[in-house]
């Protein structure tokens, strides 16, 4: 561990540095699902115990490997359509999606809580594309940022499972009501994994997750629509491997029940244009 950087955060802001972990772990693997180099010169440049801290598990990274992969093709094809358009990051950590997937035209704002954004900032510093707002995702008041003029799409990548079910519900109705003709790209995980991590039960030698309050299977996909009536369609993005085990145990778990009904989920709502 030669790295400057010796971040220490909270229990929910160092999930974090386990999803960069996690993506790293995947990047340098000879037959990644994903190519982050970001992520591993970032974990090159933090001192962090990460191995001893969140394990090295293979299926881990290649899960995790998986979700990213579903937002970044929902970022990269809303750019395709909109390449002038904003992309909002609702507590985004040390995602280094803006890496990833960048146009050079989009405008990034990304928003998260003070600790976690001042680590960003020193870490990633921000480009003349990108702005990033120390605030509490719940806390509409960063929609003040975000130029009206352009098309939006918001993400919120491994954070809505660590708030109360409401805030949850408030949080989609508030974007849905405040940005016509936006979506919402959101992840959730299923109620058993939910249930593991509010009895202490989700743990390696060296971490324990935090408690998730919010969680929905996937067959709930669907009541995502009561939060608001401006919300007009759910769709569900299904995760994609080309090779490997995952490429052929994939079809399954989507498909066959029950696991397809009790599986991670990653979803997309769109909002209503303004009448």
């Not at 992969?69 to 358009?85: I, K, N, Y």
């Not at 960048?102 to 900032?121: F, K, M, Y």
């Not at 039960?201 to 997750?209: E, L, V």
């Amino acid at each position: 561990m030669s790295g400057a950087e010796r971040p220490e955060l909270a229990a929910v802001p160092e999930t974090a540095l386990w999803t960069l972990w996690q993506r790293a772990v995947e990047a340098r693997r000879p037959d990644a699902l994903l190519h982050d180099p970001k992520a591993v010169e970032l974990v090159d440049r933090i001192d962090f115990p990460f191995a001893e801290r969140f394990g090295t598990s293979g299926l881990q990274s290649r899960l995790q490997a998986l979700r990213v992969g579903c937002f970044d093709r929902e970022v990269a094809d809303f750019l395709a359509r909109e390449p002038r358009g904003t992309v909002v990051c609702l507590g985004e950590g040390l995602e280094t999606q803006y890496w990833r997937v960048d146009n050079g035209r989009a405008q990034w704002l990304s928003v998260d809580l003070p600790e976690a954004t001042e680590l960003r900032e020193r870490l990633l510093p921000p480009g003349p594309r990108q702005r990033y707002l120390a605030a509490d995702a719940t806390d509409l008041t960063w929609a003040e940022a975000v130029d009206r003029d352009r098309a939006v799409l918001i993400t919120a990548q491994g954070l809505l499972m660590y708030l109360p079910p409401a805030r949850v519900r408030e949080l989609i109705a508030a974007c849905a009501e405040r940005f016509p003709g936006g979506s919402l790209v959101l992840d959730a995980v299923p109620r058993w994994f939910a249930r593991l991590t509010r009895t202490g039960k989700m743990r390696t030698s060296g971490y324990q997750a935090p408690p998730m309050p919010w969680a929905m299977d996937a067959r709930e996909r669907d009541k995502l629509r009561t939060a608001s009536p401006a919300i007009t369609a759910v769709r569900d993005v299904r995760p994609t491997a080309d090779h490997g085990p995952l490429a052929s145990l994939l079809p399954l778990t989507l498909t066959v029940p029950p696991l397809a009904g009790h599986r991670p989920t990653v979803t997309v709502l769109d909002f209503a244009t303004r009448a």
